[in-house]
């Protein structure tokens, strides 16, 4: 009973940090540090990194991102693994509507063009990334899935490294492209941490 209760405090840390992100996004605009992440990060005009951070956002946008994940589902599907097709594609469904969710209840503006460069214009509400946070668990889900059902292998290790870097870096793209500040950015991990775990604890219950 004891090991029960530190493992719930222990996820329940989890959630501090974005509910505090939470709380300054819903009074703030921006914090000042967001603002000044953003233009040392635009200052760079290496097209070759533009082109980067244009490339890591691009599977989240719109459709795409259920277009990977129906691809990565069936693939799934090929090799058996039912539960665990089922359980991405549920991890995609929930987090979006999480991050959808949240949006509605904080309801913080996009960075503005007249602040920062703007590459892309979008009509949705700011806090958290819903890329940041369907990225985490999504592929989160995915490097778990791999982690833990693939042999050591050259094969492995790239995909780990592919999942690990999308979501490494989608932070940083979405601040980029003034899409995010870098405080959504950093909600939107702490979020999307937080959902993933539970998407991985729900899976092993359906597992056992």
């Known amino acids: 009973m ?15 940090p974005p509910l505090a992100l939470s709380a300054a996004a819903a009074v703030v605009a921006y914090l000042s ?11 760079s005009d290496n097209p070759y990194f533009q082109w980067l951070m244009v490339a890591v ?3 989240g946008n719109s459709f795409h991102q259920w277009g990977v994940a129906l691809c990565a589902a069936a693939l799934l599907q090929w090799f058996r693994l039912r539960i665990e097709a089922a359980c991405l594609l549920l991890s995609l469904g929930s987090s979006w509507l999480l991050v959808n969710t949240i949006k509605l209840i904080i309801a913080r503006p996009r960075p503005a063009p007249d ?9 949705t509400l700011s806090f958290p990334s819903g890329h940041v946070v369907t990225y985490t668990v999504f592929y989160g889900f995915l490097f778990y899935l791999v982690y833990t059902l693939m ?7 790239m995909l780990l490294a592919v999942f690990g870097a999308l979501i490494g870096l989608v932070g940083l793209s979405r601040v980029y492209l ?20 539970l998407m991985i604890h729900l899976y092993l219950r359906l597992k056992s």
């Open 178 to 197: 003034g899409a995010h500040w870098t405080s959504d950015a950093l909600g939107g991990y702490g979020f999307g941490l937080a959902w993933l775990a």
């Open 2 to 16: 004891i090991d029960r209760r530190r493992r719930l405090s222990h996820r329940a840390l989890i959630i501090i």
């Open 57 to 59: 956002s691009w599977p």
């Open 151 to 157: 042999r050591p292998s050259f094969f492995r290790s």
């Open 115 to 123: 602040l920062v460069k703007v590459y892309l214009h979008h009509s």
């Open 33 to 43: 540090g967001d603002l000044r992440i953003t233009r040392f990060l635009q200052r």
